[in-house]
């Protein structure tokens, strides 16, 4: 008997035992579903679809929400005629397997960390397309962060702010104008719980201000082996204004602001301490959180019986500090009445003035006319700063070296730590299946070390070309589907609906474009000459095709219009069929995307793409990148591994630069982008594309990925800051 045989009679006679045998499945589902384990594990991914592959996808890929519409008597009988018994046994056993092993890398590397575990904070995380409670960048670097520090086996909890409708929803009017959309979270539906404090009782922090008591409860979600504590105001207790204070990212005013901040950073580390979490490292992964440290000096006065400034001193050597923002404005800034309002209460307890506080978020302490900076307080208050690229780097030693007034550019101590991604998540299971076969056994596991990727090298290219024809159609599906739903919703014709169907060409090298609608980041730099461009789409042997997504903050006005003018070209016969505009961009849409184009193109005003990252999941699945030499590319690119856009440097007049760049980036399309994408053997096999495919993975895949990010933090940040050894605060 065939092993698949077995297995189906093996099904069959289990599924006809007993109802115990319904529940234990069902339970087994419910614990896989009860830790985001199961978003980096595609086998895991692909069992809840095969539960039932249409309300997965309308269920927005949540497994809870999926099973809380079974009975267990129901589950088990679609896992018989699935065949999924064993599957889900092995995914279950495999779960409870990483939960109880620690990984060697962390045995050998974060001992001092074991009893003291980094608190990791961060105003928004992106685990999850399922879980809205991020809006971009910031937030899906700090899910990956945390994935990979789950995989290392770092001792780490992470602490963050639980959104109940978290961002919005795009959708474009027929006009092209962008409508966000608000809805309430169902949390019934997540993988969360509140957590509990020693005693049991579900844990609720509370924060005096001038103006009244702040509530919040505090929930618990589990991302593999990483804690990750989620503060939330919609309690009894709260006024309803307060209630409201965490429904949504960025969203309010400047009091919200402070008072979401107060929350995340007071209320953090007060949970942390109910929990009986002490921890050695406080990670602040930008300006939000950092309120954290006045919070930390207070305990630390209260306990240790210490003075402030000693307190204070104490403090910052155990803090990291992360900055992401290489626009000055871009920081968050709050005026006295606020500070006095919110922080007042401790500040009494710390036994300091208005002043002495007002100045640790000021360049100038005395300045009465500076307003409170939070990554003032929080370069201030730590002892490791860090930025997220080389050129970053050099950007923000700049920009905050009035700080340091005696000392040279060189020696301002802001370092880089170069931000990767989480490799499993962004990585499609086809191109997880090839790296399987030709990878050393181990590899996902090692997936920060060089060598393990040079054996991409060995993979024949004609099959990695198959592989990423594959995704590039899936992505295509994927586009229409979305597509022809837009068109649906906006009232267009049946016509149009049915010729959205087939938009786009499989053959056609694809290009996307998906990132937010900032005004920096140029959405219309490659439409600066349309007629130059619609050549390019049009060619009767090489044509292109474009693809976007993107969603615009809802007070950026024109960052709206931008889009507006790019979805309105979707209706230009000249560019008819060879531009799409995909709404409502999120982890999903990013996935599709960068695991099936052939080309990813970022063209920033340089240099303030502080390091993006999105580029960095195209070059796992065989995309190549076409960028500004800016944020990570400025150090990634060598010449074989992708495409350049521009040399590297700008003009003081935008609209010069903006020229020069749309000019380089026609003509790095025309004479190398093009011609090597259609340059074909005997064979239909692009030669040298592949090869660039190949230079791209090995030559980057292990360097961004967030196993060496965090490699690097634990290393040079984590462990030297927890062990209270002044560390490298140079450069690392
Ligand atoms: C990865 C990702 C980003 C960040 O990418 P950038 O290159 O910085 O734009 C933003 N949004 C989503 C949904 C992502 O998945």
Redesign the pocket.
């Known amino acids: 008997m065939s092993r698949v045989e077995s297995e189906v009679s093996w099904d069959r006679h289990e599924s006809t035992v007993s109802s115990i045998g319904a529940e234990a499945l069902y339970d087994k589902c419910l614990a896989l579903a009860n830790n985001l384990w199961w978003t980096w594990h595609p086998d895991v991914i692909n069992l809840f679809r095969d539960l039932d592959p249409i309300r997965w996808r309308q269920l927005d890929h949540n497994p809870i929400a999926l099973l809380r519409e079974f009975t267990p008597e129901r589950l088990a009988s679609r896992a018989a005629e699935m065949v999924l018994f064993s599957r889900i046994n092995h995914a279950f056993r495999r779960l409870k397997g990483y939960m109880s092993s620690v990984p060697p890398w962390s045995s050998t590397h974060t001992g001092v960390l074991g009893a003291r575990p980094v608190a990791y904070f961060s105003a928004e995380f992106?685990i999850h397309e399922s879980i809205p409670i991020y809006s971009?960048?910031l937030g899906?670097l700090s899910g990956d962060h945390i994935k990979s520090a789950s995989g290392l086996g770092v001792p780490l909890v992470a602490i963050g702010l639980f959104y109940d409708q978290g961002y919005f929803k795009q959708h474009l009017d027929a006009s092209g104008y962008q409508n966000e959309e608000y809805l309430d979270t169902k949390v019934a539906n997540l993988p969360m719980n509140p957590a509990l404090t020693q005693t049991g009782e579900p844990l609720t922090v509370s924060i005096t201000t001038r103006a009244g008591t702040l509530l919040a409860k505090v929930w618990l979600m589990q991302v593999g082996r990483v804690k990750l504590y989620l503060l939330d105001c919609n309690v009894q207790g709260n006024s309803p204004q307060d209630r409201e204070l965490t429904a949504r990212l960025y969203g309010g005013d400047e009091r919200t602001r402070i008072r979401q901040e107060l929350v995340l950073g007071v209320g953090g580390v007060r949970a942390l301490h109910a929990l009986g979490i002490t921890p050695g490292v406080l990670h602040l992964n930008e300006g939000h959180s950092a309120f954290a440290t006045l919070e930390a000096i207070r305990q630390r006065m209260q306990e240790d019986g210490l003075p402030f400034d000693d307190a204070l001193r104490e403090t910052a050597q155990h803090t990291v500090f992360t900055t992401h923002t290489p626009v000055p404005a871009g920081h968050d800034r709050f005026n006295s009445g606020l500070v006095e309002e919110h922080l007042g209460p401790l500040r009494d307890e710390l036994g300091i003035s208005h002043e002495q506080l007002l100045g640790l978020g000021r360049v100038e302490p005395q300045n009465e006319s500076e307003l409170f900076c939070m990554t003032v307080l929080a370069l201030k208050l730590s002892r490791h700063a860090n930025a997220v690229s080389s050129l970053h780097g050099q950007v923000s030693r700049r920009m905050w070296a009035h700080l340091w007034p005696w000392r040279v550019e060189e020696e301002i101590p802001i370092g880089h730590i170069t931000n990767g991604v989480h490799t499993p998540s962004w990585l499609a299971w086809q191109m997880m299946q090839l790296y399987d076969r030709h990878l050393p056994a181990g590899w996902s596991e090692r997936l920060g070390e060089a060598e393990v990727w040079q054996h991409v090298e060995e993979i024949d290219p004609g099959e990695l070309w198959e592989t990423h024809n594959t995704l590039k159609s899936l992505l295509l599906s994927f586009v229409r589907r979305r597509v022809s739903r837009q068109c649906r919703r906006r009232g267009e014709s049946d016509d149009v609906v049915e010729s959205a169907r087939n938009v786009l060409d499989q053959n056609v090298l694809t290009i996307g474009f998906a990132?937010?609608f900032a005004t920096y980041k140029r959405a219309d730099l490659i439409f600066r000459d349309t007629d130059r461009l619609a050549r390019l789409l049009n060619h009767p042997e090489r044509p292109i095709q474009l693809v976007f997504a993107g969603k615009a903050h809802p007070k950026d006005e024109p960052g709206k219009q931008l889009i507006k003018r790019i979805a309105n070209l979707q209706s230009d016969p000249r560019f008819h069929n060879r531009l799409v505009f995909v709404e409502d961009?999120?982890?999903n849409v990013?996935r599709h995307l960068v695991q099936g184009v052939d080309v990813w193109m970022?063209n920033p005003r340089r240099p303030l793409e502080a390091s993006?990252?999105?580029?960095q999941?195209v070059v796992l699945n065989g995309g190549l990148n076409l960028s500004i030499l800016d944020g990570w590319w400025a150090e990634a690119y060598d010449g074989r591994n992708g495409f350049a856009i521009g040399r590297g440097t700008s003009h003081v007049s935008d609209d010069i630069t903006d020229n020069r760049d749309a000019h380089s980036l026609y003509e790095t399309l025309e004479q190398q982008v093009i011609p090597t994408f259609y340059d074909r053997d005997v064979d239909g096999l692009p030669r040298k594309w592949v090869q660039m495919m190949m230079n791209s993975i090995t030559s980057l895949a292990w360097r961004f990925s967030a196993h060496r990010m965090v490699m690097d933090y634990t290393l040079t940040a984590y462990v030297p800051s927890a062990g209270g050894l002044s560390c490298d605060m140079s450069v690392r």
Do not use: L, M, Q
């Open positions: 992106g971009g960048g899906v990132r937010r961009y999120d982890i990013c970022n993006g990252t999105s580029g999941k």
